[in-house]
């Protein structure tokens, strides 16, 4: 299986907005999600998405602030975060599952990117 490469991480200030991209070669029959964990931390669902794409879920912490997108096309999937805050700040991962959607399980994806930084400032 291809890898998942995670792009678009860095540094802002709380208020501001950050999107994420995640290569996705090969995935396209494969549901998504983003993770993220903060050091100490374990590892949180913060967004997943369906394989067409029709379908969100998200965890009530980033509700209304983030969005889940894809482009089969481009084999590409995005995390949008708006109204960033200092506890967004994390590594932001990128995970396949072929099995099951709508989950922000972290044992329901077997496929793994090696992440992207995310850091919000006050």
């Known amino acids: 299986q291809e890898r998942l490469v995670e792009s678009g991480g860095g540094s802002v200030q709380a208020g501001g907005s950050l999107r994420l991209s995640c290569a996705a070669s090969?995935?396209?029959?494969?549901?998504m999600g983003w993770f993220r964990q903060a050091p100490g931390k374990e590892r949180e669902g913060v967004a997943g998405v369906s394989r067409a794409g029709g379908t969100t879920v998200y965890a009530d912490s980033v509700k209304g602030r983030f969005t889940i997108s894809r482009d089969n096309a481009k084999n590409t999937v995005y995390l949008q975060m708006n109204s960033l805050k200092p506890e967004d700040t994390a590594m932001y991962y990128c995970a396949a599952s072929i099995v099951i959607c709508g989950t922000l399980r972290a044992d329901h994806y077997r496929y793994w990117g090696q992440g992207t930084q995310v850091t919000v400032s006050s």
């Open positions: 090969g995935y396209g029959s494969y549901c």
